[in-house]
C-alpha cells in the first residue's frame, strides 16, 4: 500500500465523512446536550473501528455472501434507528438561554453512538465495497493489516469532523431554543426516514 494510495483514500473518505447521515444526526442531538459530545464520538468511532475488524477478518464477505445474515443485519440497523429517531423527537432538548441540557451518562452516549454507526448497514456496506480496493494484495503488509490502517485512517477523519459538528451545535445553538429544538426534530426525522428507506428496499427486495 502506497502513500499515494493511502491519500487517495482518505480523500474519498473524507468526502463520505462530511456528507450528512444519521451520524451528523446523532452529533446533533449529543450536541444539544451537556458534556455528552466527547462520549458520543467515542461511541461513533468505536462503531467503525468494529466494522473494520469485522472486515478485515474477512466476516465481513462471508455475511455479504448471505442473503438472509445481510437482511437480519439491515433491518436491526433499521429498527435500532427508527427507536432512536423517536426517542429523539419525543424527547427533543429545549435549553434555557445559555443552558445546555444535561445528559444520561457518558456510557450511555458512548454505548449508542457505536450502535449507531455498527448498526448501519450503509456503512458496513461501503467498508466492505471499498476498503479492500485501497489494498495492494503484493504489498509487504498482509491485506488484513492494510484494511486496519485504512479504517484508522477513516476513524481519524470522522472523529475530527464528528467534533466539530456536535461541538458547533453546542456553541451556536444552546442560545437559540426555538432553533435547537428544530434542529433536535430534523435530526431524529432524519434518523427516521433513513430507517424508513432500509426496511423499504428490504421488503421490495
Not at 440497523?77 to 457518558?106: K, N
Amino acid at each position: 500500500m502506497t502513500i499515494s494510495m493511502l491519500a487517495a483514500f482518505w480523500a474519498v473518505s473524507f468526502l463520505f465523512v462530511i456528507t450528512p447521515g444519521v451520524d451528523w444526526a446523532y452529533m446533533i442531538s449529543a450536541g444539544m446536550r451537556d458534556r455528552a459530545v466527547v462520549p458520543a464520538v467515542v461511541g461513533l468511532l468505536l462503531g467503525h473501528l468494529a466494522v473494520s475488524a469485522i472486515v478485515a477478518a474477512g466476516v465481513g464477505g462471508l455475511v455479504a455472501g448471505a442473503p438472509l445474515a445481510s437482511s437480519m443485519l439491515t433491518v436491526a440497523g433499521a429498527a435500532y434507528l427508527l427507536w432512536l429517531g423517536i426517542s429523539v423527537i419525543v424527547r427533543p432538548p429545549v435549553p434555557l438561554a445559555g443552558e445546555v441540557r444535561q445528559f444520561d451518562s457518558p456510557s450511555r452516549w458512548t454505548l449508542t453512538g457505536a450502535c449507531v454507526s455498527g448498526l448501519n448497514p450503509k456503512v458496513f456496506l461501503l467498508f466492505l465495497a471499498l476498503l479492500p480496493q485501497f489494498t495492494d494484495p503484493q504489498g509487504a503488509w498482509p491485506v488484513p493489516a492494510q484494511i486496519i490502517v485504512l479504517g484508522l485512517v477513516h476513524v481519524f477523519s470522522c472523529g475530527v469532523i464528528y467534533l466539530l459538528v456536535g461541538f458547533s451545535v453546542q456553541a451556536v445553538l444552546k442560545t437559540r431554543p426555538a432553533a435547537a429544538k428544530l434542529v433536535d426534530r430534523l435530526s431524529g426525522g432524519a434518523m427516521i426516514v433513513v430507517a424508513a428507506l432500509l426496511l423499504t428496499e428490504q421488503a421490495i427486495g
